[in-house]
């Protein structure tokens, strides 16, 4: 089914995370100052939807609403103009969706 998978990340930011095994998705570093970058890894191209919402579920940004080519990505996550806080960062494919807490501090 279609769930939504909230990671919980509480430690070093100078610490690489991989979020997940199946979806090939780093998020680092988090808690974050002003910038993070997403890594992930695509196994064919698909469809791609990134978006950051506030913790009520408001719209921040969106990063991608494309197709994308196999292979690796970096996204620049820019949270400078935000206030501290949690955020959502959502990562959706054609095979699979994940939602992972940001903290800006």
């Given at each position: 089914?279609?769930?939504?998978?909230?990671?919980?990340?509480?430690?070093?930011?100078?610490?690489?995370?991989?979020?997940?095994?199946?979806?090939?998705l780093f998020i680092?570093?988090?808690?974050?100052?002003?910038?993070?970058?997403?890594?992930?890894?695509?196994?064919?191209?698909?469809?791609?939807?990134?978006?950051?919402?506030?913790?009520?579920?408001?719209?921040?940004?969106?990063?991608?609403?494309?197709?994308?080519?196999?292979?690796?990505?970096?996204?620049?996550?820019?949270?400078?103009?935000?206030?501290?806080?949690?955020?959502?960062?959502?990562?959706?494919?054609?095979?699979?969706?994940?939602?992972?807490?940001?903290?800006?501090?």
């Amino acid at each position: 089914g279609e769930g939504v998978f909230i990671a919980k990340l509480n430690v070093n930011p100078d610490a690489i995370f991989k979020i997940t095994d199946d979806a090939n998705l780093f998020i680092y570093p988090n808690p974050i100052q002003n910038i993070a970058t997403l890594e992930y890894r695509l196994g064919k191209n698909q469809n791609v939807y990134i978006r950051l919402f506030d913790v009520s579920g408001r719209l921040i940004q969106a990063y991608a609403n494309e197709t994308q080519s196999e292979g690796l990505h970096k996204l620049t996550i820019n949270l400078a103009n935000l206030s501290s806080g949690v955020y959502i960062l959502n990562f959706k494919t054609d095979d699979l969706q994940k939602s992972m807490e940001l903290i800006k501090e």
